[in-house]
């Protein structure tokens, strides 16, 4: 365990899968105690925090569905409870409902709305309740994605726009919080080998990695990778930028 960020104390949502799971990991790593929300998966959020009380830190996870309005200051608020602070935030938990285009008559159109509860007014709403707390040179990193720059491919515009509504509404709070010292960025993360990639498999376009410079998926520690720079002392000085590890899918 290194200690960049011991007295620290990291909240990611949707932590108990994934790239979640592995940003928590890779923050109590650097000596971050950690916070996880999870909606269902209770078995695999106490899972994750074993594993992170194992390697040393304090963990612990909270129930909160995202796309309830109510949910973000309850689980602020139950962060601030239990560790008597903030410090990082990691905007991690989203949905991926994509595969028919807009004038489809089979889109779930109720699903697209709970799409845009989760992935936009979720977080927004999360990001609000948070800056009431976190100190002076705090940390919001929210993971987008490349779509939210570059709609590559036909029945994903729902997702995109979601994720480019987070672009936008960062720079703004950058613009916002930057005589305190807090820091926003997006991490635009690529394709990943994770639940929410499998689930998508069968929707997502043929010749997709043809798409991308480098033709691979990311792999999750290139992305956590970013995010523990971002939440770290040495990026105090980077804010209201959209970092892409996409694989050169923006390029």
Avoid: C
């Avoid at 523990?228 to 892409?244: D, N, Q």
Wanted: glycine letters at 10%.
């Amino acid at each position: 365990m290194n200690n960049t960020l011991s007295g620290k104390v990291a909240l990611i949502t949707g932590g108990s899968r994934g790239l979640g799971a592995a940003t928590a990991a890779a923050l109590a790593a650097q000596g971050a105690d950690v916070a996880i929300s999870y909606v269902a998966s209770a078995d695999k959020a106490a899972a994750v925090v074993a594993k992170l009380q194992k390697s040393g830190v304090r963990a612990a996870a909270f129930q909160a569905d995202q796309g309830d309005p109510a949910a973000p200051m309850r689980l602020i608020q139950q962060v601030v409870d239990r560790y008597g602070q903030l410090d990082i935030l990691v905007n991690n938990a989203a949905v991926a409902w994509q595969g028919h285009k807009i004038d489809d008559p089979a889109i779930d159109n109720a699903a697209m709305d709970r799409q845009w509860a989760i992935n936009t007014h979720g977080v927004i709403a999360t990001l609000r309740a948070a800056v009431k707390v976190l100190p002076e040179g705090g940390r919001i990193i929210s993971v987008g994605s490349g779509l939210g720059t570059r709609v590559a491919f036909a029945g994903t515009t729902d997702y995109a726009a979601n994720k480019a509504a987070i672009v936008a509404y960062s720079r703004g709070a950058a613009r916002d919080l930057g005589a305190r010292k807090i820091t926003v960025n997006v991490v635009q993360a690529g394709v990943m080998d994770t639940d929410m990639a499998a689930n998508s498999q069968g929707k997502l376009p043929p010749g997709l990695l043809e798409t991308f410079a480098i033709p691979r998926y990311a792999t999750l520690e290139e992305v956590t990778a970013t995010i523990v720079f971002l939440a770290g002392p040495e990026a105090g000085f980077i804010t209201g930028s959209v970092i892409e590890v996409n694989g050169g899918f923006t390029a």
